[in-house]
């Protein structure tokens, strides 16, 4: 499985990253799914009001669900939410045990839920991604680590960023 992210997704999340160094920052990710690919090329920041701690992240949900809506008229459903994605300033691109709890709430709303992590530091960042699944009963949603790869979105795609 891979997890194509268009280049002006990734580059906008680095910039996003570097603006916060050394705080955490994230958002959400949107595109659509090719089998257990998938291909992002959506990004919501944090919002106005989100919380920026040094080892924390919390959204600004409000102002992201309002900007979901607007793409999601704009682009005529075209891009569905894929997942979330943060920084791990001076850390290393793992999920820890907040993130997979974050993960499993996100599987309530989204299922096989992406979530990506960019770790390091100003202008230089690594890029890991991991799906969640749930098998049967079990509640706890186990997480995989995919390919991610980085593509030059072709013109016409719908590729949209919605930082403030
Ligand atoms: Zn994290």
Known sequence: ???WLADDVASEME???SIYYPLETGGMLLGWRDG???IATGLIGPGPHALHGRYTFAPDGGWQRARLRDI???TAGDLDYLGDWHTHPDGV???SELDRRTLSKIERRVRVPLMVILAGAENKWDIGSWLGSKSGYLTRV???EEETKVFDAPTGWP???HVD
């Open 93 to 95: 691109a793992v999920m």
């Open 142 to 144: 186990s997480a995989s």
């Open 159 to 161: 590729v949209t960023l």
């Open 36 to 38: 257990r690919d998938r």
């Open 72 to 74: 999601f008229s704009a």
């Open 1 to 3: 499985m891979t997890i």
């Open 15 to 17: 910039r996003l990253g």
